[in-house]
């Protein structure tokens, strides 16, 4: 696809439940990002990726949240056992190689109940 | 602390008029800046940019300043159409070749309403 790809749109979680966020770059991009975004707020720095290598995850909020990007393409964002703080709209970003234009995907949207 | 601040949730401005977004920033490490436009149930679509040795990039309707001993950048976005209604985001980094450093920090956003 033209763009970049998240799914699911959107993940209503029990808490304590697991869950796993996909996101599919642009093909070619380099550099792949997860922001966290709450309500009324801007995004918030999760994580980053140059290809596979995980090169900064300083705003990876606890470690219930992992992220893996295996084979340089796509990513999963996973959160372990789910409380309501981590209800927000997660979203991926991708770039090329050291440019600062990030293209997003539409976000998922998880609400923990 | 906000290292990024756009002081108005809001602006409301008439059709063909000119729309002034503000944004100002704390940290002087910053040297890249960025403007972001959302609109709902999407993600944040890149508008325009500015690098610190710059105090002005103009495209189209869209032009941004850059003041650098205020620490203050703003959008002037002219003329305004009802298109153009969205949340703005203001976004900074360092200069992008500062090593892994890749994170942007970002304003809480505007949202501009612009009335036909």
């Known amino acids: 696809g033209a763009g970049v790809s998240q799914s699911p749109r959107y993940k209503v979680a029990k808490r304590g439940q697991d869950v796993a966020l996909r996101c599919d770059p642009i093909?070619?991009?380099?550099?792949l990002f997860w922001y966290q975004q709450a309500l009324g707020q801007g995004p918030e720095f999760l994580t980053y990726f140059q290809n596979e290598a995980q090169l900064d995850k300083s705003g990876l909020p606890s470690d219930r949240f992992f992220a893996e990007r295996p084979e340089g393409s796509v990513s999963t964002l996973k959160i372990q056992r789910t409380q309501q703080e981590d209800s927000a709209v997660y979203l991926c970003?991708?770039?090329?190689?050291?440019?600062?234009?990030?293209?997003f995907g539409s976000g998922t949207q998880l609400s923990v109940l | 602390d906000q290292q990024v601040k756009q002081n108005s949730p809001s602006l409301s401005v008439q059709e063909g008029r000119i729309s002034i977004l503000n944004c100002d920033y704390t940290n002087s490490m910053f040297d890249y800046f960025l403007w972001y436009k959302k609109y709902p149930a999407e993600g944040p679509t890149f508008l325009i940019s500015?690098?610190?040795i710059k105090d002005k990039n103009e495209d189209g309707r869209f032009t941004v300043f850059l003041n650098k001993s205020a620490k203050h950048l703003s959008l002037h976005i002219v003329p305004s159409q009802p298109g153009d209604s969205a949340v703005y985001f203001c976004a900074a980094s360092p200069w992008p070749n500062a090593g892994n450093n890749r994170k942007l920090i970002w304003g809480l956003g505007t949202s501009l309403a612009v009335n036909p």
């Open positions: 500015i690098s610190s």
């Open positions: 970003a991708s770039s090329q190689y050291r440019d600062e234009k990030l293209f």
């Open positions: 093909s070619g991009h380099v550099s």
